[in-house]
């Protein structure tokens, strides 16, 4: 049986296009598995997971607790603000605690970027990264890619725009890493402010305007602006992003093709797209939500068999 070059999660640049192959597979049995009257497989019956959320999530964390209970895992669950680490505790003591309690594999959400990382050279268990500040949320970018390859039969050759905040975006740093491994032509959109200096090292297109933007792409992954990770203002109003960068039925309806309209949610509705656009046929943004527990049930299932062998 094919296995996944790494034991845990940490980011999509430490995947080779293999794992994302073998992830996709495993997620296209899943999906058939979710979609059935019996919803559940007795997989993981003897792991037991530790979802450790230190910043606030809605679809990432039902998600994942989700795909772990369809998989017959034990879980438990754990929010920042109920726990001690407002008295002082280190995350590497919280995270110790939890494992001698014998807990298999833990899922990290965590504000500081790095922290995935920082955590498997700590302790003792599978790391899965949901999502570390404004590095990396490998399980979005998976699912991405995904649904674009459902969209369009595969993802090689298709021309994708990331439009919006890039800078603060962990969902635009591994959308880029696994769409490029999978072939696919990507291009980030926004002011300027928005654009961290390094991008194009990353070998990607940088376009500020908008119309050009959707005229070249196939698909347009909408992101929010991350209010909550600045520490100052990056453009004159919200108003004035919106002017801009806002996507609205009447510019899509200028393009002389359909494209596909994508974001990770929470969409703030009427600041990076419409409520029109985002409840349109073009967007697949609650494809992208179920395929979400189908790549997350894949995820946990592979680095599980890793444990077991
Ligand atoms: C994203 C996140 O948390 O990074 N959302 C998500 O995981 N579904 C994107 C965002 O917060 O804008």
New binding site residues.
């Given amino acids: 049986m094919s296995t996944l070059s790494v034991n845990h999660l940490l980011g999509i640049k430490y995947l080779n296009k293999k794992d994302i192959e073998l992830i996709f597979s495993t997620a296209d049995h899943f999906k058939k598995v979710i979609n059935r009257p019996i919803k559940k497989v007795p997989s993981l019956r003897d792991i037991t997971i530790a979802n450790l959320f230190f910043e606030s999530?809605t679809?990432?964390k039902l998600s994942f607790e989700i795909a772990q209970k369809r998989l017959s895992a034990d879980i438990i669950n754990f929010s920042e603000s109920q726990s001690s680490v407002n008295k002082g505790e280190t995350l590497i003591d919280t995270v110790n605690n939890i494992i001698s309690m014998k807990v298999d594999m833990v899922v990290l959400r965590h504000p500081k970027p790095g922290s995935a990382d920082f955590l498997k050279q700590h302790v003792n268990s599978t790391i899965i990264n949901a999502?570390d500040g404004a590095n990396e949320?490998p399980t979005?970018a998976l699912l991405d890619s995904y649904s674009i390859k459902q969209k369009f039969g595969s993802v090689q050759g298709k021309k994708i725009v990331i439009v919006g905040d890039i800078l603060h975006s962990?969902?635009a740093l591994s959308n880029i890493y696994a769409l490029q491994l999978l072939g696919a032509e990507v291009m980030i959109c926004g002011p300027y402010s928005l654009i961290p200096k390094y991008i194009q090292d990353l070998g990607v297109i940088v376009e500020t305007n908008l119309l050009n933007a959707l005229k070249w792409c196939d698909v347009a992954n909408m992101?929010?602006v991350?209010n909550e990770r600045m520490d100052f203002s990056y453009f004159p109003s919200v108003r004035d992003y919106t002017q801009q960068y806002g996507l609205t039925m009447p510019i899509l309806n200028q393009l002389n093709k359909k494209i596909v309209v994508m974001h990770?949610?929470?969409i703030n509705r009427g600041v990076e797209l419409t409520s029109e656009v985002a409840d349109s046929s073009q967007a697949i943004i609650l494809d992208q939500v179920e395929n979400g527990v189908a790549i997350r049930m894949a995820v946990t299932y592979l680095l599980a068999s890793k444990i077991k062998s």
Avoid: A, E, F, K
């Fill in positions: 999530s679809r990432t999502g949320h979005q962990r969902v992101l929010r991350q990770p949610g929470p």
